[in-house]
């Protein structure tokens, strides 16, 4: 069974920096890539960044590529997201991601079948 625990969610002033992380438990191959996917109210599920975590290849949506940076740590099974220069367009929940990914690196919520809990950024102006 996969498990993915998320955190490090908070609510920040724009411009602000948060961490976030995702932890894994369960079959290894389900964590070939992993990565973050937000929601806010009344849109859908975006990607946010993705990550091999063998190679360390990462993908960025356009809105965040240098702003947020992704990174993984395999001795912990973990994921990060470090988010800086936050915007207020940035408030959502975001949930952790991971899975196989045998054709390419995932970056729609289509392409992944194991999720986290959710954890709420607010970014406040």
């Known amino acids: 069974q996969v498990q993915l625990v998320e955190s490090g969610g908070g609510s920040v002033q724009a411009g602000g920096a948060l961490r976030l992380s995702c932890t894994h438990s369960?079959?290894?191959?389900?964590?070939?890539?992993m990565g973050w996917f937000r929601q806010a109210p009344g849109k859908e599920r975006d990607g946010v960044a993705t990550?091999?975590?063998?190679?360390?290849?990462?993908w960025y949506a356009d809105s965040v590529k240098g702003r947020f940076t992704i990174s993984r740590d395999n001795a912990k099974n973990t994921v990060y997201l470090q988010m800086n220069s936050l915007k207020p367009e940035d408030t959502a929940i975001y949930y952790c991601?991971?899975?196989?990914?045998?054709?390419?690196?995932?970056?729609?919520?289509?392409?992944?079948?194991?999720w986290g809990q959710g954890t709420q950024v607010t970014v406040s102006s």
């Open positions: 991601a991971a899975d196989r990914c045998d054709y390419r690196l995932g970056r729609t919520p289509a392409e992944f079948n194991y």
């Open positions: 369960g079959y290894s191959y389900t964590r070939n890539c």
């Open positions: 990550i091999y975590t063998h190679s360390g290849a990462p």
